[in-house]
């Protein structure tokens, strides 16, 4: 069965989980004997709908090039709740893809599930993994108002920042001095 791989990070800096999820989507289509047609992955927020990816690959089955659309989890494909994991997974009915969720596979569209039970477990789980996203919201939001009333910078810090934190770091990873004499 042609299979393809979508992952999502929600940030630039996460490239070594983006590849974690890759390698774990391939190792499991390999186990599952899928052959693996094409990988789509964002840098996005899940809760967003601009993310082109995902419409990339909802195009892709549309057009007939895979029969299984491989996630690694639910909160992967989506963090906008219920509403948004039922439009993408209709979608893929509409044009007779299945799909698998390699952390969830009591999801996927050929478990041997009851479907009222698999359609309250996405429920559940669609609604905690949405809060999740809003907790996450509300101490990022907590911690800015923290530093601003602290006075300190906000942000990340840039490329070839000499702050003390990255100064320090750097101090850590150097290597030492040498006094250009050879040990015995």
């Not at 047609?37 to 990339?56: H, M, N, W, Y």
């Not at 509409?94 to 477990?121: M, S, Y």
């Not at 907790?135 to 810090?157: D, Q, W, Y």
Request: charge should be positive; aromatic fraction near 6%; charged fraction near 30%.
């Amino acid at each position: 069965m042609k299979a393809a791989i979508y992952i999502r990070v929600s940030r630039r800096d996460e490239a070594a989980i983006l590849e974690n999820q890759r390698q774990a989507a391939r190792a499991y289509a390999d186990r599952m004997g899928f052959e693996v047609v094409g990988v789509f992955e964002d840098q996005a927020s899940g809760k967003s709908a601009d993310r082109p990816g995902l419409t990339a690959l909802l195009e892709a089955a549309g057009r007939g090039e895979f029969e299984l659309a491989i996630f690694t989890s639910l909160s992967r494909m989506t963090r906008g709740g219920i509403e948004a994991a039922l439009y993408i997974l209709d979608r893929l009915v509409r044009v007779n893809v299945g799909w698998h969720f390699v952390e969830q596979p009591i999801l996927n569209f050929d478990d041997k599930t009851p479907p009222l039970a698999r359609d309250i477990l996405f429920a559940v789980m669609a609604a905690v993994d949405k809060d999740y996203r809003r907790v996450i919201s509300e101490k990022t939001k907590a911690a800015l108002a923290r530093r601003r009333a602290l006075g300190l910078p906000l942000g990340r810090h840039k490329n070839g920042c000499s702050c003390k934190l990255h100064r320090r770091r750097a101090e850590k990873r150097a290597p030492p001095a040498t006094t250009g004499e050879i040990p015995a």
